[in-house]
């Protein structure tokens, strides 16, 4: 079996919300898949679902070919879950003592719980606070903590949920580099991820499922995701201020547009996707003729940023 | 999974819950020494107003029997009532929940470890105050007494689970109903005087409640020199009662599970 994932017209209600509408995903062992969306459109549930805490309210998902409704006991075996928001873990205790704490919730006996919190511990270079109390390291200790205990029944799936929520670059980076080496040391290994920040789903992911409001937009690879722009070009306009954003949609060839406005220093900030350059002239045309000041203006490199914003209508 | 794999399993997450629990609360060494010498002063107040009423001997043995057993029933109310609330809160139940193992060992080694830690402290209140005020136990019926001990927890302990899932089930405002539960539950079992001083009728309704039970098994062997024998229906009920609130501590928590992984509650911080 190649998929690790498989979801048909999979969908979720919390009475009148539809957090997930039919979503039809295939995930391939060795794939680190993202989910790139807003807040709120449905990556925690859909992740809830996959991980067996949450039922379907329509539609299937199997993982490693188990029906999550059916036989979730047999994917918790072979599943983890690392969540960036959440606080996991008994404060009172040291990071080790928590870690071997949910090793035996995987059937390890206690020796062997031991020992492979021991390696992970000096695997991870996380010796120095291992014995330090939870409640007493940082926030990057934490994280790093958290990502290792989704580690320790060496699962087959690993689940990650805003891993690098919230934390400085350096730390992020160590995590990211991390993810990257844990699937290549084993091909039968998936990692699905989810993630508001555009430069990590660039980075780690093998593909990208676009996800908003419940449904998946589009699934690719970063490469044929920028593709989808490959005839437009970008540009960035720097204005005194405006609020005629929904003129400027409606003039023939432009795709997409985002205005970033800063009251304080009277400018704005127009990031534009057109269908050929010379939209730009009929653009600065119109811009002069409600009489705003062009300050600066300069053609851009497209990025993922850029297609989500073409795709999704809005910006991540 | 094969029932006895399921059973180690559950085995060695209760032996890990505990173990975590009862090293987590005895780093602190302080905590132990508020916790027994707090009840003490109490204790101590009660068992000087009997001497100095020439109260008769055995009310002391009461009073000190009571007394160090009132610490299991704020244990059981607060602690273990709202440990899985406070679980999903952190996010810790998640994690249980998609892991293998049943909530079922999580909650039993809560129970166990909680269970230790309250007895190391009601042990050394019953040495402390027979020690201080040079009270008279049978040492030669410690066996059956311990037997009535350790039923007492299974029973105490079953109904705290029952209490870590209502509270898992309704949130923080259940906290309104353990208020309500703590001193009256303690006045009805007895702690400070013997039961027999109820009407008939109230007598057999506290005798559902297992803290009132097992003071009252404890002083009949300790201090009334009766046999095990003589006492068989204490033994009976607690066994009883155990039983039922086990079970029904396993079929709540299964619900709960079923009905949280349907409405999305068991990873929903609500309130
Ligand atoms: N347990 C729940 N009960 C009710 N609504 C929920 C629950 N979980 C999520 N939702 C709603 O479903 C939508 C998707 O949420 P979520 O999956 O957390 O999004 P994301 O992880 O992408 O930020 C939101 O509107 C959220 O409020
Ligand atoms: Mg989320």
Redesign the interface.
């Known amino acids: 079996m190649l998929e690790s994932i498989i979801t048909i017209n999979l969908s979720r209600y919390f009475g009148d919300v539809k957090a997930l509408e039919d979503i039809n995903i295939k995930v391939n062992k060795g794939e680190i898949f993202g989910l790139l969306g807003p807040n709120g459109s449905g990556k925690t549930t859909l992740i809830r679902i996959l991980t067996t805490a949450l039922l379907p309210t329509k539609g299937e998902a199997y993982v490693l070919g188990y029906d999550v409704k059916k036989d979730y006991l047999k994917i918790r075996k072979y599943i983890n879950i690392v969540s960036g928001d959440e606080k996991a873990g008994y404060g009172v205790l040291t990071v080790r003592e928590n870690l071997w704490f949910f090793s035996q919730l995987y059937g390890y006996n206690r020796s062997e719980g031991w020992r492979i919190v021991n390696e992970l511990i000096e695997k991870f270079g996380m010796q120095e606070y291992a014995d330090r109390k939870i409640n007493r390291i940082s926030h990057g200790m934490f994280q790093k903590y958290n990502f290792v205990r989704g580690l320790l029944n060496n699962p087959l799936v690993l689940f990650l949920d805003e891993p690098t929520l919230g934390l400085d670059v350096n730390i992020s980076r160590e995590i990211r580099n991390y993810i990257k080496e844990w699937i290549k040391e084993d091909r039968e290994r998936t990692v699905i991820l989810t993630t508001h920040y555009m430069v990590e789903a660039q980075e780690l992911c093998d593909r990208i499922a676009i996800i908003y409001k419940g449904k998946i937009i589009t699934v690719d690879t970063v490469e044929n995701l920028l593709r989808i722009l490959s005839k437009e070009s970008v540009y960035e306009i720097k204005t005194n201020l405006i609020n005629q954003v929904e003129k400027i949609k409606s003039i023939q060839g432009v795709k997409a547009i985002d205005v970033e406005n800063d009251a304080s220093r009277m400018i704005s900030k127009i990031r534009v996707v057109v269908s050929e350059d010379s939209v730009i002239s009929d653009l600065l045309s119109f811009l002069k003729n409600e009489g705003i000041k062009v300050i600066s203006l300069s053609k851009e490199e497209v990025t993922l940023e850029d297609v989500f914003l073409y795709l999704v209508g809005r910006k991540l | 999974?094969s029932k006895i794999?399921e059973l180690?399993?559950v085995l060695?997450?209760a032996?890990?819950?505990a173990?975590?629990r009862i090293?987590?609360?005895n780093?602190d060494l302080t905590h132990f020494f508020i916790d027994v010498f707090l009840p003490l002063l109490g204790i101590s107040a009660i068992i000087l107003a009997y001497k100095s009423m020439g109260a008769p001997e055995n009310l002391l043995g009461f009073a000190a029997i009571g007394g160090a057993m009132i610490a299991f029933w704020y244990n059981v109310l607060w602690s273990m009532g709202s440990q899985l609330y406070w679980d999903k809160e952190?996010?810790?139940l998640?994690?249980?929940?998609?892991?293998?193992?049943p909530l079922i060992g999580i909650l039993l080694g809560m129970a166990i470890g909680g269970a230790f830690n309250m007895s190391l402290r009601a042990i050394t209140i019953l040495i402390a105050t027979s020690l201080l005020f040079n009270i008279k136990f049978n040492l030669n019926a410690i066996l059956p007494a311990f037997l009535i001990f350790i039923l007492t927890l299974f029973a105490l302990y079953s109904l705290g689970m029952i209490f870590a899932s209502t509270f898992l089930r309704f949130g923080r405002s259940i906290s309104k109903i353990n208020e309500l539960l703590g001193e009256p539950i303690l006045f009805f079992s007895g702690v400070y005087f013997p039961l027999k001083l109820f009407p008939i009728v109230i007598q057999i309704v506290v005798s559902i409640i297992p803290l009132a039970l097992g003071i009252e098994g404890m002083r009949e062997i300790l201090i009334l020199n009766k046999t095990l024998f003589e006492i068989i229906w204490i033994l009976i009920l607690l066994i009883a009662l155990g039983i039922i609130f086990f079970v029904i501590a396993v079929k709540m928590l299964e619900y709960l599970e079923k009905l949280g992984?349907?409405q999305?509650t068991?990873?929903l911080k609500w309130d």
């Open positions: 999974m794999n180690i399993l060695r997450v032996y890990a819950r173990y975590v090293k987590g609360v780093r952190q996010g810790n998640q994690l249980y929940i998609i892991s293998p193992a992984k349907n999305g068991l990873t």
